[in-house]
């Protein structure tokens, strides 16, 4: 397989518990525990910009509610996402995938950028996520890795930017999966760690795809998989491991 140049630790929404999910205070906050890599959800507005959010409605994370990509960019950058998580975050925004970009690009961080569209939005999110993360991240060291659950949007991705890394995340063996990450041109799948065991690692490592697994917050799973061979873990215990090497170190 070629060099992986993605630290083996990704915090998972930035800081996702200690810190409002999918916020650049989320990002700070990882980065404080000294993690190099993170994990984000990314949609689009309803003009087209894409942007972090995990739901498809406002109604969990910020002060709003509804559908979100039925509102502008201009609405959207101004919503509160921070004072449902706790008080010391009251007033933290939805930040835009170009300023994560930057604060990325900056600090010399990795970023796995989950597609996350809006039902029936999945090709334009897909195609609009990798076109804007080609131009932010030209001429960087190390691209951002594209994952998503929608196969659709991973092949729109490719479509629009074949050279940008991609992953197939599961959160089940469905049928077809194998062929469907090796005819998208997946470096890697990205499964529940639930559903991984080490004939399956094997599976995919052979096919010269990497394992990463999420969301790992409890040592004896990480130590297990970490044993096994996994090429990554993504988790919220960002205060529980550090991120130095493949060992899980609490």
């Given amino acids: 397989m070629a060099a992986w140049p993605y630290p083996f630790w990704i915090a998972h929404r930035g800081a996702g518990k200690l810190a409002p999910e999918n916020t650049l205070a989320a990002f700070r906050v990882g980065a404080g525990h000294g993690y190099r890599a993170f994990e984000c959800d990314v949609k689009l507005s309803a003009d087209g910009v894409p942007f972090l959010l995990h739901d498809a409605t406002l109604d969990r994370t910020t002060s709003q509610r509804g559908t979100a990509?039925?509102?502008?960019?201009?609405?959207?950058?101004?919503?509160?996402?921070?004072?449902?998580?706790?008080?010391?975050?009251?007033?933290?925004?939805?930040?835009?995938?170009?300023?994560v970009a930057a604060f990325c690009l900056c600090n010399g961080f990795a970023l796995n950028i989950e597609i996350k569209p809006t039902p029936?939005?999945?090709?334009?999110?897909?195609?609009?996520?990798?076109?804007?993360?080609?131009?932010?991240?030209?001429g960087a060291p190390v691209m951002p890795l594209l994952s998503s659950f929608h196969p659709d949007a991973l092949a729109a991705a490719q479509s629009a930017e074949p050279s940008l890394p991609r992953a197939l995340l599961l959160d089940s063996w469905r049928s077809g999966w194998f062929e469907e990450a090796q005819a998208l041109?997946?470096?890697?799948t990205v499964a529940s760690y639930g559903i991984l065991d080490r004939a399956a690692m094997a599976r995919i490592q052979a096919a010269g795809m990497r394992v990463l697994a999420y969301t790992v917050n409890?040592?004896?799973?990480?130590?297990?998989?970490?044993?096994?061979?996994?090429?990554?873990?993504?988790?919220?215990?960002?205060?529980?491991?550090?991120?130095?090497?493949?060992?899980?170190?609490?």
């Fill in 69 to 99: 990509s039925q509102r502008p960019w201009a609405e959207l950058s101004r919503i509160d996402a921070g004072a449902w998580h706790s008080r010391a975050y009251a007033g933290e925004t939805l930040p835009s995938l170009e300023a």
């Fill in 120 to 138: 029936g939005e999945e090709a334009a999110t897909g195609r609009v996520v990798a076109q804007a993360a080609a131009r932010w991240w030209h």
């Fill in 185 to 188: 041109g997946c470096v890697a």
């Fill in 218 to 250: 409890d040592p004896a799973p990480a130590h297990w998989l970490c044993d096994s061979g996994i090429d990554g873990l993504i988790t919220d215990a960002v205060d529980r491991f550090s991120p130095s090497g493949r060992a899980v170190r609490c």
